[in-house]
């Protein structure tokens, strides 16, 4: 219980960090969301005082002193206020993000999931056989682990969208032809569409998964519980799983916070590739047009949902490592 | 003529044990003096708190209470005044695996601590001091040895390396931390004549910290056993080993399998009652008893008594030879009436 | 086979049985094949980088060729303004190189000062550094990148760089944390001590050597980091100067995929792929000195019979 407890003030610590460097970094640059607005609105005529002031106060930017603003902006986000997007006047931020989020943790919820899987049960056969073929795959994964997402996914795309045609070329799912909502026809073509950014997401990440967990498993084959084990006679295959698996895969848990950071890195740049409707091409539209409230938007729920994860995954190495229950 | 005096010396780490703040008393008010030309051996099983004692002498972890005095003069903070000490006092490590920095040669391990404590004045000489370092321990020849890294020795041949770089600052005390156990046996003999052998030509006051009754023997004047961070025997170390007092030794020295030592068949002397308590006759091995001031060891101790609950004083088994146990009170208070007398 | 001896928990030697495998002094390691593969890789690059530009003429030269597949006249053909890919390959290595150069210094530095030093000291200094880099680590990184190179507007290569720097030092200075504090309890710093070494030595010339290999393997892992950190930016637009991201951009820009101008978008991120694998062998096998285990056998002879058998 204490590492629950532990965990989950690092976790909120972690939540305040990320809320106030959104903040901060904003404030510590130039212009204001309002200024970014009248550029864009220049040609038409020009505002008023009283409209800029109405902008203003719209848009929360207030001239007060820092300290109060920061006081308001945390206010605002308990009410889940994240202000007005620049580019999609007059929608407010939090109505965009709720559009694009769930194609992106769709996506890389499910490339993440398979290539844990896919990876760490190939390191497992890599490491407990030696020299034997997926042994042998290794160094070839070290290319694959160098390889950019969005690159792969461009090569990908080029091959099976492009030259082949057995997949679409881009979109999350049949703009023309169905409708959004949980039907059959949607769902088909959200998983169709789908399968190509997943597998560059996939294959981009599962090398490091591969080569974290052989990695481990050799260095736990040669631990001497794991030789009991064999010499007691039990099944290749259990001594394998029960005993020298679920010990090698620790520190791929643990380290799933960096692997994570990775994936979601890799994940906005294969997104613009596929021009996936989720929150990484989003987020760069608002970049090209300088949404700031948007970005910052985006920056916070990206943050609270990596944090999320890892709280999860946390939670996760709890139950499969005995000694964090025991030990403070 | 050099004191390193130690007085009520304890030591308590906090441990933390599923949450909450467990105290481990590790050093239990100890008190000896260490003294030129003399080895004073600290005899006792793991976890009996003779490392921590030479670590606290050698100002690697920080009593809780006590006094350390070198010739009569207790060491204050401040830069200068601990390198003066720690060129008067140095230590010896058991491991000679890892004592040694894998990645710097035998030679920059002797540079270091001549340069550190001025020993020599330029390069030259520093190589001439490294070299004699090198003649005083053995190793030869030196030219060769200065060069070589650690996984190039053996284990012998690394503890000689540590002991002179111990020696290179010119000590007068030498703390050796259980010197030889991780040697092999037919080579233990020879680093201990070594240390001997330093030890005379620079009259060094040393340390023994070991947990062979045998070559505490062999190598000390006087003995302390220490259990649990107690010290519950102490005396010369002829008297603590042939002739052991406190049930504990007489434990220690039952199991130590030395052909040349003598079995302690008699029973301790001046015993009150034998072989009857709330123990019953063999020893209760359920181990530690909680630490409420009564004896440690009388979970174990084939001639507990009732008594033993209570805190036990040191009592006195003969002139110099001392007993952390209640079965020597009516012997103690005996001599306190009565004129000297051998047993 | 060699038979080493070991102490065993009792203190006693005992004899132990060790596979022979190639045990690779600084000098032997060169003859590990991965090594020289990645050293090859990432030299070849380094020297194209630093070299080549000087060969090539005016790459910037836009011209009527406009996207033609790969000729004689143009090596990899030409982009949508008829400019050499060729060329401009070769000219964009250097942005890519210096990226990850700088990326990699930075941040092995930082992680350094942090992961070495507060495990050394330990303390509320440990826990505060460790509880800072800790969230630095799980703050994703490119989402934190793209924020503040936007708002800084400046697209300099060693802006760029310290930017990323400053994202990505969380991870390797943990391990090192790690590696310290499990160096910090060995006999030979303790030996340093009682000599007399002042602290800041103890740091520099007692702990730090032993964590060469580990500090290399995450500098490696930097520079990496670095170079795709820096492609996925340049890919979104907000890149510096000529990079092979920065190139990728300008391919997506001109539909390069649909108008199936392969020659344009495959070259630079096959670079990059490769460099990166060089880079990554060269990690891998440094990952062999540090973890003994981790090496195949060398002859079929000392092959273990089983699987499993240290």
């Known amino acids: 219980m204490r590492y629950l407890r532990r965990k989950l003030v690092f976790y909120l610590i972690a939540v305040w960090a990320a809320v106030t460097l959104n903040f901060l970094i904003p404030k510590l640059m130039k212009g204001n969301p309002v200024d970014a607005i009248l550029a864009k609105t220049q040609n038409m005529t020009p505002m008023s005082a009283d409209a800029r002031h109405a902008l203003e106060v719209q848009f929360g930017v207030t001239h007060d002193p820092i300290w109060k603003q920061y006081l308001q902006y945390l206010g605002n986000l308990a009410h889940g206020r994240l202000g007005l997007s620049v580019s999609y006047y007059p929608a407010p931020v939090s109505k965009v993000i709720e559009q694009s989020l769930p194609w992106t943790v769709a996506l890389v919820g499910t490339a993440t999931i398979l290539a844990v899987l896919i990876g760490v049960g190939l390191g497992m056969l890599a490491g407990w056989r030696r020299g034997t073929w997926p042994d042998a795959l290794i160094p070839s994964t070290t290319f694959l682990a160098a390889i950019p997402y969005f690159w792969l996914a461009l090569v990908l795309l080029y091959l099976f969208g492009g030259l082949l045609h057995w997949l679409p070329l881009n979109s999350g799912y049949d703009v023309d032809t169905t409708a959004i909502g949980f039907n059959g026809p949607f769902i088909g073509s959200a998983l169709y569409h789908g399968i190509l950014p997943a597998l560059s997401i996939v294959v981009a990440s599962i090398a490091g998964w591969m080569l974290g967990m052989r990695n481990m498993m050799v260095s736990t084959m040669a631990e001497d519980y794991v030789v009991t084990a064999e010499a007691k006679g039990l099944r290749p295959a259990r001594v394998m799983l029960q005993y020298a698996a679920r010990n090698a895969v620790l520190p791929s848990v643990a380290g799933f916070a960096i692997s994570l950071g990775f994936v979601v890195s890799g994940s906005i740049a294969t997104e613009i590739v596929f021009s996936y409707p989720g929150v990484g091409t989003t987020l760069v539209a608002a970049v090209s047009n300088a949404d700031y409230p948007l970005m910052q938007g985006l920056f916070l729920v990206i943050a609270l949902s990596v944090l999320g994860a890892n709280f999860i995954v946390d939670l996760l190495y709890a139950v499969i490592d005995p000694r964090t229950r025991q030990a403070a | ?343 | 086979m060699t038979i080493e001896t070991q102490a065993d928990v009792t203190g006693e030697t005992v004899p132990v049985v060790v596979p022979r495998t190639r045990r690779p002094g600084w000098r032997g390691l060169l003859r590990s094949g991965k090594l020289r593969a990645g050293l090859g890789i990432v030299l070849f690059f380094a020297l194209a980088g630093l070299i080549g530009p000087l060969f090539v003429h005016d790459p910037e030269r836009v011209s009527d060729d406009q996207l033609f597949g790969p000729s004689a006249a143009h090596l990899l053909g030409t982009t949508n303004t008829g400019q050499d890919v060729f060329k401009l390959l070769v000219v964009s290595s250097r942005g890519s190189l210096t990226v990850g150069l700088v990326t990699g210094v930075l941040a092995t530095l930082i992680s350094i000062v942090i992961g070495v030093v507060g495990a050394y000291v330990g303390n509320r200094w440990d826990e505060g550094l460790s509880l800072f880099s800790n969230v630095f680590l799980v703050l994703p990184g490119l989402p934190l990148v793209i924020l503040v190179t936007d708002y800084l507007g400046s697209r300099g290569a060693a802006m760029i760089a310290v930017i990323i720097a400053l994202t990505s030092w969380a991870g390797p200075a943990r391990v090192l944390r790690a590696q310290t504090m499990s160096v910090r309890g060995r006999d030979y710093v303790d030996a340093a001590r009682v000599s007399g070494e002042p602290a800041w030595r103890i740091i520099g010339f007692e702990v730090l050597p032993n964590l060469l290999p580990i500090i290399a393997a995450q500098f490696i892992f930097a520079v990496l980091g670095g170079i795709l950190t820096e492609a996925a930016l340049a890919f979104l637009g907000l890149g510096g100067s000529g990079s092979w991201g920065t190139m990728l951009y300008f391919a997506q820009n001109a539909q390069a995929l649909s108008l199936g101008a392969w020659w344009w978008f495959v070259p630079p991120g096959l670079c990059i792929a490769v460099l990166g694998a060089g880079l990554a062998l060269i990690n891998f096998s440094l990952d062999e000195l540090i973890n003994p285990r981790l090496r195949v056998p060398r002859d079929k002879a000392n092959r273990p019979a089983t699987a499993g058998t240290p």
């Open chain 2, 1 to 343: 003529m050099t004191e390193l005096a130690v007085s009520h010396l304890s030591k308590t780490f906090v441990t933390h044990d599923r949450g909450r703040r467990v105290p481990l008393r590790a050093v239990d008010d100890v008190s000896f003096v260490l003294r030129s030309g003399h080895t004073v051996a600290l005899v006792g099983e793991s976890g009996s708190g003779k490392s921590t004692i030479a670590r606290m002498l050698a100002r690697l972890v920080r009593p809780t209470s006590g006094e350390i005095r070198l010739d009569g003069v207790p060491v204050p903070g401040g830069y200068r005044a601990v390198r003066r000490y720690r060129g008067t006092v140095q230590m010896i490590f058991q491991d000679p695996f890892a004592s040694l920095n894998p990645t710097h040669t035998v030679g920059y391990h002797l540079r270091r601590p001549l340069r550190l404590h001025d020993v020599a004045e330029d390069r030259p000489a520093a190589q001439e001091a490294m070299y004699g370092l090198l003649a005083r321990v053995n190793l030869s020849p030196a030219e060769l040895m200065a060069g070589k890294y650690p996984h190039e020795l053996s284990g012998g041949q690394r503890q000689r390396v540590a002991i002179a770089r111990a020696l290179a600052p010119r000590p007068r005390v030498l703390l050796a931390d259980e010197p030889v156990s991780m040697l092999d046996v037919s080579i233990r003999l020879e680093i201990l004549n070594l240390i001997e052998r330093l030890k005379r030509e620079d009259d060094l006051a040393v340390l023994y910290v070991t947990h062979d009754l045998a070559t505490a023997r062999y190598f000390a004047t006087e003995a302390m056993v220490m259990y649990r961070g107690q010290v519950v025997e102490s005396g010369s170390s002829d008297d603590v080993i042939l002739r052991p007092a406190h049930p504990y030794t007489q434990l220690l020295a039952s199991a130590a399998p030395d052909p040349t030592a003598r079995r302690a068949t008699t029973a301790p002397r001046d015993l009150a009652a034998a072989g009857s308590g709330p123990n019953g006759g063999a020893g209760n091995r359920s181990g530690r008893p909680a630490p409420d001031g009564g004896c440690l060891f009388r979970n174990r101790c084939p001639h507990a008594m009732e008594v033993c609950r209570q805190p036990v004083p040191v009592f006195a088994v003969d002139a110099t030879h001392t007993a952390r146990c209640w079965l020597y009170r009516d012997a103690d208070q005996a001599r306190a009436h009565a004129a000297d007398a051998p047993a």
